[in-house]
């Protein structure tokens, strides 16, 4: 299928829809490979550098938030405003060569600082990824375009491990980051010379929503509306609560079955790889053709789905901790693996169509700014502390312990969703009467 996009010029060519789809979700890819690859290779790097599992915490979680959350707001504004094809390809380069810098890194200060500027960039990857494909494809498609971008993460996650750790069991822990980031400065000039800028809410038109031809809304009243909407604010409150889950089990995994269930870096680099790889990307997909489908009956399966996925999780996720060998672990990792991203295909769908066109880029920045501070930026900082805390108590099992501290944050998020259904449904309750 071919879209005719208009760019900075009048007349710019027509591209398939299916490759740009390809290109972001790869640079999406290379973004949360870049993310995780200090997790990935945590074992091998606190033996070189010497620090501890609440330093691993506040590097992979809390000073990488702090710079990509805040950053991505202003630079959502930017791109709501300019080309967000060169804002997205900026980016890329910028963060490509601060992962390069982590490999050179000589001490935990040094690390921190290349972690911050990773942050710095990675702020430009996702947010104008999410107003490109809502201008990319209509409304009844973009759920399963989200879906099939978001399988960034999981695919990222996945040859990190197989490719970062087989080059570290090979050769060396700062080898991954050199390589990784010279494919992501590459890319990022493929980007910028192949994906043109599409027309801002060329698909929106027909339902009434303002196009780019609208003026754009203020800086500070785009957020103060993002803030003042109770649905939206809650949804990324919840979208949070999940992601806390998703990001304390993934920056802590591959340590944990190293250190506690006896797993080897080769072994990781195989069967650890497989199980996010297959499991969190067949959960991605699934998830967007469930909203898909359901989506279009109510807009309370944005939230009740997401909500039935994480109770459903929650047990297997304590047999996984609880597993006395690493083979049954992984089998048990694979459902709440397969189930833990439900709500991030829904709550991004769900916010890019409430909002207008010319204010996607922010509002996904504003969406990501709340749900990766909590997720992100508190949950492998919480792991981390907790494991540190236990540890004179529970010693070599310590960082189980704090597994098990994270499961009532399953609970936790599962009703902040069902919150998001009632106020959603009453909203629409309300609408109907003021229609009638």
């Known amino acids: 299928m071919s879209v005719e996009v208009v760019g900075d010029t009048p007349a710019a060519r027509p591209v398939r829809t299916g490759l740009v789809l390809g290109m972001l979700c790869f640079v999406y890819v290379l973004n949360f490979l870049d993310r995780q690859l200090i997790s990935i290779l945590a074992k091998p790097i606190q033996d070189a550098l010497q620090i501890s599992d609440s330093q691993l915490g506040r590097i992979t979680g809390f000073y990488f938030a702090l710079f990509y959350c805040s950053i991505a707001i202003p630079v959502g504004w930017l791109a709501d405003r ?256 397969f189930l833990n991203s439900f709500f991030l295909s829904a709550t991004v769908t769900f916010v890019q169509g409430e909002v207008h066109p010319d204010q996607r880029v922010i509002s996904g920045a504003l969406l990501l700014l709340v749900m990766n501070f909590i997720g992100l930026g508190l949950g492998p900082t919480y792991v981390g502390m907790a494991s540190d805390f236990f540890q004179p108590g529970y010693g070599v099992h310590a960082l189980q312990t704090a597994f098990f501290a994270l499961a009532p944050m399953y609970l936790i998020a599962a009703l902040l969703f069902l919150a998001l259904a009632h106020r959603i449904n009453k909203s629409q309750t309300l609408t109907g009467e003021s229609a009638r």
């Open 82 to 337: 300019t080309n967000r094809m060169k804002v997205l390809s900026i980016a890329c380069a910028l963060w490509s060569g601060a992962t390069a810098a982590c490999g050179m890194a000589g001490s935990y200060g040094q690390l921190v600082i290349a972690r911050m500027a990773v942050g710095v960039g990675e702020a430009g990857g996702v947010p104008p990824s999410y107003a490109i494909i809502s201008d990319y494809f209509p409304r009844e498609r973009r759920g399963s375009a989200m879906a099939i971008f978001n399988l960034g993460p999981p695919l990222g996650s996945a040859l990190g491990v197989a490719f970062g750790a087989s080059l570290a069991a090979a050769f060396d822990w700062r080898l991954p980051f050199y390589v990784i980031g010279a494919v992501g400065v590459v890319t990022a000039i493929v980007v910028y010379i192949v994906v043109p800028e599409p027309r801002r809410g060329g698909y929106d038109a027909a339902i009434g929503a303002p196009t780019e031809s609208a003026a754009p809304a203020g800086f500070v009243s785009t957020i103060t509306r993002f803030f003042s909407n109770p649905i939206l604010l809650l949804a990324s409150v919840a979208s949070g609560a999940a992601n806390f889950i998703t990001y304390g089990i993934s920056n802590f995994a591959t340590l944990f079955l190293m250190r506690e269930k006896g797993m080897q870096l080769s072994e990781v680099a195989i069967w650890y790889a497989l199980v996010v790889g297959v499991a969190m990307s067949a959960g991605i997909y699934v998830s967007g053709r469930l909203i898909d489908r359901f989506g279009a009956r109510t807009k309370a399966a944005y939230a009740v789905i997401p909500a039935i996925s994480l109770v459903l999780a929650l047990p297997f996720f304590l047999g996984f901790v609880w597993a006395p060998h690493w083979q049954l672990a992984l089998i048990f990792l694979c459902v709440p693996m």
